[in-house]
């Protein structure tokens, strides 16, 4: 009778932090796996200790053996000198996964050696992935949805392990619109702030969405600005989670809401302005705050009434932001100084651009305080920009599968096939769109976009390509009249595929450093990303994706003069790139480069998605129609 192998349990270490209980303080660490000395990053977490988080986390198994070398000085005290020690720690993994691997989910591993203290945050790998439906929500499905690409881990996937969640924290008092501003931000309709009354709530309680996963908020319903008790809550609850370790349970951004007083009256109240200067003044952690100024639109109807002449939208728009700059943002930095990032914004039909700001501002302060891992969470969660998931798609490309395409280290052995597979999860998973069929993952889509890039390879690029490349706008032209003709309830949407949906014949090949590769993988990316873009604003209205749904984005696409322009310029690229062993790779770079110049201008798209006519593209989703 024959036995099935037995695979060593798999662990995930996400960070490390050191903390020494002596008078004596970390200088350094050194740390080794299997006598393989790493060169990480530590950094102060405490007075007493240093951390090191790894991205992705670190795959160890019952064999390994990690050593931390760590040295240290006793503080002078008086005129005695400075005393140096050296110790080394010793941690055999098997011991960790016999104590520790019936522990589902992430945890915080304690353990002592004399007086230091090493504190582990650790993923059990085999029970995580388990249970991805609750981790990740309806980014799950693990790379198992994709078979063959299951030895290739999503990024999306690991980054999800570190940080399942984008957390913030809402403060602002009843009435300035934070219901309304988080529903519209992050889509959930199912998770009111308003559904509680002052008080009936406490900070802590961590508000979820079924609609939306990747996001927790926290509310201060019951803090009125000046209450002392209130604003004592509020500063211990901001103060005890930057204190945490890990990722997933920090605060990534508070959303500080105060109504544009456009009938006069008081700006900020006393709590308000004594919260802005303690997080000036370092109290608060690294949480980026962000001051956002609600009702916006109700600013434009005053100065609106306040002039007789008929005023563009335009003109009117500049009066407002002057009336904004000088009752607003002027009292507001006399107050707390410039360090406070801000934004005004409206809910209102006609705002949308000022809600996308907002996203912006803080993906950017996101990324800037807690680094890729927060900030690829927060493009996912949010429902507003499409600039921001496009950055989120660029920024989880650069943590691992974009990197190095010429000669990737990710990529040798596999087929084409395989490698496209965990992009194409990757993008699509960032996107976060309704998708109850999971068209979006089925292998018809990848395999129109496989012809998509077929069509294009090999022709002969134009005398300059950069000049010729077409810009977001060229796009948006190309939507708004593929969208008026093709919307209509009865109206098929064929895709001039010849054949059906099946994959190109280049995806079967073996993954190699050439030429040809390269250009596959580079318009595979380009190609997915700005359909992806398409999707997002014809589903706009809240509409699930379909077959129909996306047939129209995709071709919207293809009769677009971008998607040969974008060609045209990746086969230039392509054939001036240089092989040679030790020669730059810029390919990354230059896949950002046509990515944002056909990035769709949010504003000029927020006015034609109220064009787009209804169609019921939830009926029409039984089959792909080529031709």
């Known amino acids: 009778m024959s036995t099935l192998p037995r695979t060593s349990p798999a662990l995930r270490i996400s960070a490390i932090t050191i903390r020494l209980h002596s008078r004596r303080s970390l200088r350094s660490i050194t740390f080794s796996i299997n006598e393989i000395q790493r060169d990480d990053n530590w950094v ?19 064999p390994d053996h990690l050593k931390l070398e760590l040295n240290a000085r006793l503080l002078r005290i008086g005129p005695k000198a400075i005393a140096e020690m050296d110790q080394v720690l010793d941690i ?19 353990e002592t050696y004399g007086k230091v203290e090493v504190i582990i945050l650790l993923w059990n790998k085999a029970a995580t992935i388990s249970q991805s439906n609750t981790i990740t929500g309806t980014i799950a499905g693990t790379s198992s949805d994709y078979g063959e690409s299951a030895n290739l881990v999503p990024t999306t996937e690991d980054v999800l392990y ?112 004594e919260l802005f200067h303690l997080k000036n003044e370092g109290a608060l952690g690294d949480v980026p705050m962000i001051a956002v100024f609600t009702k916006f ?60 700001d907002l ?25 507003a920009s499409s600039i921001v998931k496009i950055e989120g798609c660029i920024a989880v490309g650069r943590l ?40 979006l993952k089925s292998r018809e889509f990848k395999a129109l976009v496989t012809q998509l890039v077929s069509d294009n390879i090999h022709r002969k690029p134009p005398t300059d390509p950069k000049k010729s490349i077409g810009a977001g706008l060229a796009l948006l032209g190309t939507i708004a009249g593929v969208v008026s003709a093709l919307s209509g309830p009865a109206a098929p949407i064929v895709i001039p595929v010849v054949g059906g949906l099946v994959l190109a014949k280049w995806v079967y090949d073996v993954y190699e450093a050439s030429r040809n590769n390269l250009e596959h993988l580079i318009a595979y990316i380009i190609h997915l990303t700005l359909i992806m873009q398409n999707i997002f604003w014809i589903a706009k209205g809240e509409r699930p994706t379909s077959k129909k749904l996306i047939s129209l984005a995709s071709v919207a696409y293809l009769r677009s003069s971008v998607k040969e322009e974008v060609h045209a310029e990746i086969s230039d690229y392509v054939r001036r790139s240089k092989f040679a062993p030790g020669a730059r790779d810029t390919t990354l770079q230059k896949i950002e480069d046509i990515i944002h110049r056909c990035a769709i201008p949010p504003d000029e798209m927020f006015k034609l998605v109220g064009e787009i006519p209804p169609f019921d593209a939830e009926n029409q989703d039984d089959s792909w129609q080529t031709e």
């Open 359 to 383: 996203i912006r501002v803080t993906f950017e302060n996101v990324q800037h305080h807690f680094g890729p891992e927060a900030s690829i969470v927060t493009a996912i969660a949010q429902k």
């Open 400 to 439: 691992r599968y974009w990197k190095g395409l010429a000669s990737s280290i990710n990529f040798p052995g596999k087929t084409l096939e395989t490698c496209l597979d965990v992009v194409h999860m990757d993008i699509v998973n960032v996107w976060e769109l309704d998708d109850p069929r999971k068209n």
């Open 162 to 273: 570190v940080c399942p969640r984008f957390r913030i924290l809402l403060i602002g008092k009843t009435g300035v619109g934070k219901s309304s501003l988080i529903n519209e931000t992050f889509g959930v309709r199912d998770a009111l702030v308003s559904d509680f009354a002052p008080g009936q709530a406490d900070i802590e309680t961590e508000i979820f969405s079924e609609k939306n996963p990747q996001f927790v908020l926290h509310d201060s319903r019951g803090f009125e600005p000046g209450e002392e008790g209130s604003f004592q809550t509020v500063r211990d609850f901001i103060q005890t989670r930057d204190k945490m370790l890990a990722l997933k349970d920090k605060l990534h951004a508070i959303w500080v809401c105060m109504a544009i007083p456009v009938s006069g009256g008081r700006l900020l109240e006393i709590g308000l302005e």
């Open 297 to 356: 639109d109700e600013l434009v109807v005053r100065e609106d009434r306040r002039h007789d002449a008929d005023l563009s939208e335009e003109e009117l728009s500049e009066l407002a932001e002057k009336a904004f700059e000088r009752e607003c943002l002027e009292p507001f930095r006399t107050k707390v100084g410039h360090q406070i990032p801000y934004n005004a914004v409206s809910t209102q039909e006609g705002y949308e651009s000022t809600l996308t």
């Open 92 to 110: 055999h993994v098997g011991e960790l996964l016999h104590n520790h691997a019936d522990q589902p989910g992430q945890r915080e591993l304690k």
């Open 44 to 62: 102060q977490s405490g007075q007493d200790s240093l951390t090191a988080t790894f991205t992705p986390p670190l795959n160890i198994s019952t």
